[in-house]
């Protein structure tokens, strides 16, 4: 018999799984929209992270001969 | 559909990705322009799209790389010498058919051996173990057996599956040694900063001050090579101040008298001794560790590399155990198979081996914790409570022993292996002992080598078939049976020429040995129909829905099932190792002795941000990130030593020596050095032996003979071995001016 305090913990990972998998769909409905919507505000926004980028140059650059 | 199914188009596009640059399979998207990859970026779900490093977004420079493989070559000089004629696609896999039927009529299916890497190749399906098995031979060896596939198999032994760590809900962490970073293993550091903003603490028991120990709640900077001892303190405290679930160890564990008879022969005076850190500190930390209202042990691969890998990497489940950690949000969470996709470890078709094929399989008779010996004694508990005899848990559960095979490969004994085949993975420079698996692959009939570059191993082969790259196809990663999950990686642009995937390949091979009929699949998309059979869809279908789907978690499995071990139970005291005539409790193992000669602990198999272990050396925008390789040292040990930052040195071993520049910095633990791994110098193809890969590789430098060798599974002792360090008066002849500068 789980424990009260058991039972909710899993409930609460259930349910977030089951709000993740809705914002993993490619054509959203509105309940999907919604689930987004929340994941959005929980998870804050992300800046753009300079670190990530690469000098373009041109990809047939080789390491060869440096 | 999002994929450019046209890739002549010239409208730019995005498609799901699964990266696969290195092991962790992070979601980014493909950004495709006339048939072109032309940058990965980003995840656009904000729940994902923090999971991208420089190295993800380097793809573009990866894929499409002039020094890319497009055509099959075969070898026309000496082995090893780098000339090549090329040849159909065609014409390849005739003549490795042809050559490889010679080899096994002479010496024996077993006679071939295969190394690969489903990290690197993510789209084999457990084709090649299918392969093998109807050909007969259960030489399989990975990269994982130094690297998490070991420790899915020991975790089996005590509790029947792998548990993955549920860290972000965590209320306490444990890092033994494992440095996630922003751009290193991402995802688990984003896990754990998110963890921390929920008031988790984050425990690190490193030798050196690293990235996240300068953060931790608590850093015990204990001696390389030592965490079997630090764990057994912990169960010390953790038993003698009943810290433990009773009634989880009451009812769900066998064994426990045992473990705390060898519990106290680890009094923290000894451990203390042992590990170099303070007793009290010791007690705090499993403590903390104790008292968490939840709290997980992250797989990491420094216990992985221990001359008491066995033991250390069962004390971790045994503490997981021991404080009711097991399954439970927050803390080691047991997956099992989704049943929503059908399993490698069912695709592998393990059941089809014989007996006595399996009895081959090379180490198992000294080393088999690993090996089908050890892991088939699972087998019936593994379908009671998983319905699969067989869980190829990060498809590290049934493999041969590399040093065993390399050693069969240069001596012939106890049998000859004379066909090696090599598949995504750099094989000379990724297991220890490298001048033995040189020695082993000159020893060698036929090699065949599958890989996007050319590698010192892709060197040694007779062929060389080009690979293609995850942008190119289509996939569902499902982490490989150690969480939940399905991630789809769509096919974005179509491999250049003759570049093709490793289930073609080992598909035209069956076909040409006469058992196609076991690999009815003629595209890897009829593969990912059949694996989603369960869910009544097909590939298109599946990846038009979603591009994930989680197994909404269940906790505590093992109240109606049990565990897969022959108990039914969690082993403290192993039943397997019993069996198999080892020690079924766990114990420390003192690694080699340092001495007046090699006054160091050297500790290797260091990855680093800019590349994944032996890749990308030759992709400018990641090398001009770390142009050389570089050794830390303590400021200490460098003064004492005459030396600065960026000198060049060699250090040595009994076993071998590489060059290197150093960096001298406080974070360092006195009297240890930090080797990092995989290093090679693309540049220096034509001009230095198999392209330098014998100056700076850290896998010439660990002992592999069986003493040196942890007793169990047949691990070296990657963390504290001796060695010494000479400086150099001048930088090595031949490197280029970057590596000089850099």
Known sequence: ?66 | MASAESSKSSEKKLSYSVCTICDIGCQLRAETENGKLKRMIAHDNPALARNVCYKGTAAAHVHNHADRLTKPLKRVGERGADEWEEISYQQAMDEIAERLQKVVDQYGPESMAVSTSGWNTQSTHSMDRRFMNALGTPNYISGVSLCAGNTAAVNKMTYGWFPFADMANSKCIVLFGHNPRKHSWTPIFNMINAARANGAKVIVLDPRVSDQAEVADLHLSLRSGTDAAMCLGWLNVIINEELYDKAFVADYTVGFAELCERVNEYPLERVAEITGVDAELIAESARMYAAAESACIPWTPITDMQISSTSAIRLQSILRALTGNIDIPGGDVFGGFDPNYIPESKLGNHEMLSQEQKAKQLGSDIHPAYTYRAQEMLSEHTERVYGYAYADIVMGCYMANPSATFRAMATEKPYPVKAFFVLGNNALMSYPNQHQILKGMMNQELIVAHEIFMTPTAMLADYVLPGDVFSERNHISDYWNWKLGMTVSQKAVEPPAECSSTFEFWHDLAHRMGFGNLFPWETIEDVLDYRLSPTGKTFEEFSNENYMYIQPPEYRKYRKTGFATPSGKVELKSSVLEELGFDPLPYYREGPAISEEYPYYVFTGVREDAFFQTGQRQVKVLRDRMPSPKLFMHPVDAERQGIVDHDWVKLQTETGEVTAKVLVQASMKQGHIRVPHGWWYPEMRGSAKLAGSFISSDAVLCPDDPEHLDYEQGIPHFKGFPGRIVKLAEPPAGMSEQVLAG
């Open chain 1, 1 to 66: 018999m789980l424990k009260f305090r058991e039972w909710r913990g899993d409930a609460q990972q259930r349910l977030m799984t089951n709000i993740a998998n809705r914002t993993f769909k490619k054509k959203p409905g509105f309940i999907d929209r919604l689930a987004m919507r929340f994941l959005k505000r929980m998870t804050g926004d992300l800046p753009h992270d300079p670190e990530l980028d690469h000098p373009e140059r041109d990809h047939r650059e080789s390491a060869s001969g440096q």
